[in-house]
């Protein structure tokens, strides 16, 4: 259970471990992010790549994160969604503002674009 950090080109990677990004997990993933942005880490991306399964309060995780990005003036996007996720992101219309990607260097390089 956990995550695995990395920084490339400015931007922080948290790679999620755990295949269910659920109500046990989400908790940590928002301390995590948390942590990040008032240490003023601004460009996250999470990588989704391992993970088959995310509920409500996974996207309750990643909606926290872009609130605390948003106030650094940051962004949090997704890296590997699978299309149950997606649905899932579609589903509560956040489609918008929570992009995915499926290559890891389109996804960094979409960070110096905005």
């Given at each position: ?70 106030n650094i003036n940051g962004q949090l996007k ?9 649905s899932l992101v579609r589903i509560a219309r ?21």
């Amino acid at each position: 259970m956990g995550f695995v950090k990395e920084e490339q080109k400015g931007i922080t990677i948290i790679k999620v471990e755990d295949e269910r990004l659920d109500s046990m997990i989400a908790p940590q993933l928002k301390s995590e992010l948390l942590f990040l942005a008032n240490d003023g880490k601004k460009n996250i991306l999470i990588d989704l790549s391992g993970v088959s399964y995310a509920d409500s309060s996974g996207l309750g995780a990643f909606l926290f994160g872009i609130r605390q990005l948003k106030n650094i003036n940051g962004q949090l996007k997704l890296l590997a969604a699978n299309k149950r996720i997606m649905s899932l992101v579609r589903i509560a219309r956040l489609d918008k503002i929570l992009l995915n990607y499926h290559d890891k260097e389109e996804a960094i390089s979409s960070f110096d674009q905005e």
